[in-house]
């Protein structure tokens, strides 16, 4: 829920945008998804701002979506 499909250059990608309301939560919520992203050897891009943290999740081996994609997006919106 709250995930949007996007397309970049082609590649099929999961986005969400969470919003935390202060850099503090940004930087904090940002640091937990770069635990999680590290303890399953996948990473996401973090778009970082003032109140809020994208969180874009795509395999970069095939170049696109796979299951582990959106076992890591539901993982990230746990988190949150």
């Known amino acids: 829920k709250g995930w949007e499909g996007v397309e970049e250059e082609g590649i099929k ?6 919003l935390t309301m202060n850099y503090s939560k940004s930087m904090e919520f940002t640091y937990d998804v770069a635990r999680l992203a590290e303890s399953a050897d ?3 891009q973090l778009i970082v701002d003032y109140g809020t943290v994208a969180v874009i999740w795509w395999s970069h081996k095939i170049k696109g979506l ?3 994609d959106f076992i ?9």
């Open 13 to 18: 990608k999961l986005k969400r945008i969470f």
């Open 66 to 68: 796979h299951k582990n």
């Open 42 to 44: 996948h990473h996401p």
């Open 72 to 80: 890591m997006a539901a993982k990230t919106a746990e988190l949150f």
